[in-house]
């Protein structure tokens, strides 16, 4: 039984709404980014940082004063990847953190799997 006097819908955590209200509801980002490309502020998310107060997105700025993948990023807030992405998108378009990818186009095999073993590590470190 839920205490819900209409009965119908069960109450909702507010811990799993909260974190859409900062992208507004949107899930998916401007830009595609993938889990383990490299976010860093830029000096212009620095001194915006200073102004924001208590913000998923000063959050993001000041976690990635040092390059952190979207994966960690993620760990680190406990959000979801999609909030992340779509935070970090926001932020991007706004010259406040650049992205970095870790394989170019034109990456071998080799490259890929290194790269696979390293995600995997860093997993296993969180």
Same mark, same amino acid.
């Given at each position: 039984?839920?205490?819900?006097?209409?009965?119908?819908?069960?109450?909702?955590?507010?811990?799993?709404?909260?974190?859409?209200?900062?992208?507004?509801?949107?899930?998916?980002?401007?830009?595609?980014?993938?889990?383990?490309?490299?976010?860093?502020?830029?000096?212009?998310?620095?001194?915006?940082?200073?102004?924001?107060?208590?913000?998923?997105?000063?959050?993001?700025? @000041? &976690?990635?004063?040092?390059?952190?993948?979207?994966? @960690?990023?993620?760990?680190?807030?406990?959000?979801?990847?999609?909030?992340?992405?779509?935070?970090?998108?926001?932020?991007?378009?706004?010259?406040?953190?650049?992205?970095?990818?870790?394989?170019?186009?034109?990456?071998?095999?080799?490259?890929?799997?290194?790269?696979?073993?390293?995600?995997?590590?860093?997993?296993?470190? &969180?």
């Amino acid at each position: 039984m839920t205490d819900d006097p209409a009965g119908d819908e069960p109450r909702r955590s507010p811990a799993l709404a909260r974190p859409y209200a900062w992208t507004e509801g949107r899930t998916a980002p401007a830009v595609d980014i993938a889990v383990e490309a490299l976010v860093e502020t830029t000096a212009d998310g620095r001194a915006e940082a200073v102004y924001q107060t208590s913000s998923a997105s000063a959050e993001v700025l @000041e &976690l990635c004063l040092r390059p952190r993948s979207l994966m @960690e990023i993620a760990a680190l807030l406990v959000l979801p990847l999609g909030v992340v992405r779509v935070l970090v998108s926001d932020l991007m378009q706004d010259d406040l953190v650049v992205v970095r990818d870790t394989l170019s186009d034109t990456a071998g095999w080799d490259e890929r799997h290194d790269l696979m073993e390293r995600v995997l590590h860093g997993l296993r470190d &969180l």
